[in-house]
């Protein structure tokens, strides 16, 4: 049974973190949450380490990181630290010793490894231990709500031995995020009493928030095990977005309706125990303080009035067309979880095949729903990458590597490296590295691309070989070769998919920057699921569409107006729905 999320009705602790996938509420939520508290004279603060965070557009106030009072709610202090700008100062603090010791290219691959977003969200937690450290904080504040908490592979990362030994800055396997903790041993003990606090269900909640949809309860039911593992048991799961009043004559309201329902039916095993409440879907971008104080009320649609300033964009056809008439060979889609790269990759592959071009389209999704839809397509080939696969042959191979040199903590401390987000990359890249070189007589569509981050990894990688041979994992020929031809814009486009929402869009140019850095052309964009292309009679999605002008107008901007739509689909993918999606 799910209940509404109404905190002023439950036992809440002092700590909370909310944590979810990009893109699901998390923020808004965290807001409302601390906005309901306070209002209810509870003094509260609110600590967001969100990257895309859009806090000081949500309470109209400039905001950094020391807590500033929200006039208009007396008893809310709202704190919003930069995760980027920690991560820059962290960066230079470990880097800082080694300028002109070390060679320069040692320098670059040092400072790529302290680049991704393991180290960012380390920067990130070394900040906000400082509020969870202080007796002041502590008894000056009823609740303490953080927006966005650390995964499990940080905090298991900090309770290691070996993350604070000299081990960590001087070797490398060259592949993923080592070294993030290496500047940070004044904070054992600091870090040792938050994860302790984190752990201690008298103190602390964790909020897992998700949308009625599959893969965002997925990735709550993973971060939940994760932490799990770690002690961090008092959670629960709040899912937001519920559409309550289905409307019968529309078709898209009851297809939404019926779509969640049936997600809602299937919670995953691993979080179907956990206590759930549920918040209901809203008409509106939840920005600014009125809105906030209405989100875990009841709902009036607000009517935005704003207008697309790019009324004719190009479409998803003019997409492939480019594609087709440049001659490009890769083409990556490329985004965040969710946002629908399987479906924009599928989609290009099937119109380039219409063309009469010859295309091979592989995937990393472990359901492989691509298969069983497109085999029998005329020109188009179908290969499977299994994500699991490769990173079990990898984490062989780096570890078997490391036994030869290493036992105890340190191999205890490879062992854990290698379930960060960017040794996947790595990993998958290379098999991806392997179908490339094998089609250059087909155009390679690749669902999923690596980000800029690994590819500049890979590359000082292989720079940093020839200062220091103590690397612990092997770059195949294949990877070297490919990078140059990733960066050739007459051969290879990466394709950013995103959402007409606020985080998907945020999101999504950070990825943008991320390619930029690594010299990767990036020409087209695609907003999916757009509620305001679709043909909804619903006055509640019809309000929920016009919220969605502001993302794509602001997509529109940043691409120079390449950019394409496609509207809200509610079913699988499908042939039906691909050949929906070109005509």
Known sequence: MQNKFNVNKLNLTKYLFFTGKGGVGKTSVACATSVTLADAGNKVLLISTDPASNLQDVFNTNLNNKAIEIKEIPNLSVVNLNPEEAAKKYRDSVIGPYKGQLPDAVLANMEEQ?????????????????????????NNYDFIIFDTAPTGHTLRMLQLPSAWSNFISESTHGASCLGQLSGLEDKKE????????????DLTTLVLVARPEKPTLLEAERASEELKDLRVNNQILVVNGIMENVQEDDEISLELYNKQQEALANIPDGINNI???????????????????????EDNPIIVNDTLDNKNSPSINDIIEDFYKSNKKVIFTMGKGGVGKTTVASTIALGLAKKGAKVHLTTTDPANHIKYIMSEHENITISEISEKEELKKYQDEVISKAL???????????????????????AVFRAFAEVVEKADDE????????????????????????????????IPDSVKRLLPRLRDKNETEVVIVTLPETTPVFEAQRLNEDLKRADIHSKWWVI????????????????????????INEVNKISSSNYAVIKWLSKEVNDKTLLEIIS
Not at 192 to 200: E, F, G, I, P, S
Not at 404 to 426: A, F, H, N, V, W
């Open 404 to 426: 030869e040199t290493m036992s105890g903590d340190d191999l205890e401390y490879i062992k854990e490296d290698l379930r960060s987000p960017c040794t996947q990359e790595i």
């Open 528 to 551: 999916n699921q757009s509620m305001l292309m679709s043909s909804t009679k619903s006055p509640l999605l019809q309000a929920k569409a016009k919220s969605e002008i502001k993302w």
């Open 275 to 297: 206590t759930t409440y549920t918040v209901p879907l809203r008409s509106y971008n939840v920005s600014g303080i009125n809105s906030i104080r209405m989100m875990l009320k």
């Open 190 to 201: 600091v870090y040792k009493d938050a994860v302790n606090t984190l752990a201690n269900g």
């Open 443 to 474: 155009i390679v569509v690749i669902d999923t691309a690596p980000t800029g981050h690994t590819l500049l990894l890979l590359d000082s990688t292989q720079s940093y070989h020839k200062e220091v041979e103590r690397t612990q994992g092997n």
């Open 114 to 138: 302290l680049s991704g977003s393991c180290t960012v969200e380390i920067a990130a937690f070394n900040e906000f231990t400082n509020y969870l450290a202080d007796e002041d904080v502590k």
